[in-house]
């Protein structure tokens, strides 16, 4: 499985490697024949800021789809950076190119404040990796953000292109695409180490796309023109690089951490079968092999019994697990259907509370499904509880779960930690979470899991 991640990199970078090195012929060839300069096309710009326009709205879209299903603060800050980029190419190059009015330089110079708004977005995006619980509100919050970044641009160009000589604003129309080029190049190197690290569907995509943006802004640094009646070289760079950016979003929705962790899952639960129902299946498949050989049924119909229940349990709760993590039943829907089970003969008994205000990711419902059930099967079998507390619930700005029990509990200096505790440490650390444990013996077992900031 490494050497399969490892030559899958080492393609895709090879791949952008050589799409590098032909962006930089190509730079430097179109310099050296002065053909950066672009052409002179007022209807044609009109029609690519328009396509710019709507295919930056389409990726903010579809990252904000995502950043709803999965709560990435990175999807998040992409969707803004992208729906600013949006706004501002239909408020300043649009709207006043449809009235048969040349665009003036306060409206360009706010269109060009907007894109560098954009691409700082977008380079500090890759940096972010909480997720955030409220979604709707970070989105309406973030949504009033641009209105506001759009018309701060526009107050800044009004500020400062008083008084300019046409010397300064090339100075400041180099510098400006300097900038963009420069969060390009930070956002590229980014995503792409996070590609190293991941090997995120996403990730490639968005290296290559802001690849693209680099090149292009780069070609305006050497040909600077804030005219709209040109179309430069970095144009066409900027509209492909928008079309990547759409086909890898859309893949990243279809292939959202959502089905990976399905796929994990499906690992786990194959792990499970290996080491619970398939040893309940050989101790009935030995007791029928034993009764074969003579031995008296009296002897042996309670083992297999009891073998035959164990099993039938476990088979029920790996279906749980992989129906709460595929998302086919709710999670605490899922996890109620558990404890019914646990609880039908009587042994023990479970109280269960989860706060419907409290929202987990993909990824958090699988491993807190199998924290809980880990923690009652330790009750249930180790410590000889009678009764068992399980509690979800939001603590301010944390979500905390709680399972306690009545049982024996154990000293927890002398005992070493079981195998059932590692699990359930392993678990928390997958989901960056806090996991502590209280326990006394004679007076029973409380275990924490404090969740990642909602």
């Known amino acids: 499985m490494d ?29 050296q024949t002065d053909r950066l300069q672009g052409y002179e096309l007022s209807k044609a710009s009109l029609a690519l800021e328009t396509t710019v326009a709507l295919l930056s709205t389409m990726v903010a879209i579809l990252a904000a789809t995502r950043f709803r299903v999965e709560g990435r603060a990175m999807d998040l800050v ?11 190419s239909v408020a300043y190059s649009i709207l006043p190119d449809l009235d048969d009015q040349p665009v003036a330089a306060r409206e ?25 619980g409220s979604r709707r509100m970070a989105l309406g919050v973030g949504l009033a953000g641009t209105v506001v970044v759009a018309g701060a641009s526009w107050g800044l160009a009004n500020l400062a292109l008083p008084g300019q000589s046409p010397l300064d604003r090339d100075l400041v129309a180099v510098a400006s695409f300097a900038i ?25 995509w968005l ?22 009646d040109y179309i430069l070289q970095g144009d066409f760079l900027r509209l492909l690089a928008y079309g990547v950016l759409l086909v890898g979003v859309w893949r990243a929705i279809g292939q959202a951490e959502f089905g990976r962790a399905v796929s994990d899952e499906r690992a786990r639960v194959a792990r499970d079968i290996h080491d619970g129902l398939a040893q309940y299946l050989f101790a009935m498949s030995t007791s029928v092999s034993m ?13 297999l019994k009891e073998a035959s229940s164990a099993a039938q349990q476990e088979a029920r709760f790996a279906v749980l697990a992989l129906s709460s993590a595929s998302g086919t039943a709710p999670f605490d829907a899922a996890l109620r259907r558990y404890v019914d089970f646990l609880v039908a003969d009587g042994v023990i008994e479970v109280e269960l509370e989860i706060d419907p205000g409290v929202a987990l990711a993909p ?59 590692r699990n359930m440490r392993r678990r928390t650390d997958s989901i960056d979470g806090a996991f502590s444990i209280a326990t006394t013996p004679g007076f029973g077992t409380s275990i924490e899991v404090v969740l990642r900031a909602a």
């Open 3 to 31: 050497d399969s991640r490892n030559n899958s990199y080492r393609s895709w970078l090879g791949g952008q490697l050589a799409l590098t090195c032909l962006l930089v012929f190509a730079t430097v060839l179109l310099w």
């Open 78 to 88: 992409l969707s803004l950076g992208f729906a600013v980029a949006a706004f501002g």
């Open 207 to 228: 290296t290559m796309a802001l690849t693209l943006f680099l090149f292009a802004h780069l070609q305006s640094v050497l040909a600077p023109a804030l005219s709209a």
């Open 108 to 132: 360009a110079w706010a269109g060009v404040g907007c894109r560098i708004v954009a691409a700082a977005l977008t380079a500090v995006a890759p940096f972010l990796t909480i997720r955030l």
């Open 363 to 421: 990824d958090e419902q699988i491993e807190v499904f199998r924290i809980v059930q880990e923690g009652l099967a330790n009750a249930r079998k180790h410590a000889s509880a009678r009764r068992v507390w399980v509690d979800l619930r939001a603590r301010g700005n944390r979500r905390v779960l709680t399972v306690r029990d009545d049982g024996t509990g154990f000293d927890g200096e002398l005992t070493p930690a079981g195998q059932g505790l």
């Open 291 to 303: 009764l074969e050989c003579g031995a008296k049924l009296e002897t042996l119909l309670p083992r």
């Open 180 to 204: 963009l080029a420069a969060c390009s190049l930070i956002a590229a190197l980014s995503f792409g180490l996070r590609y190293r690290r991941h090997r995120r569907d996403l990730d490639s």
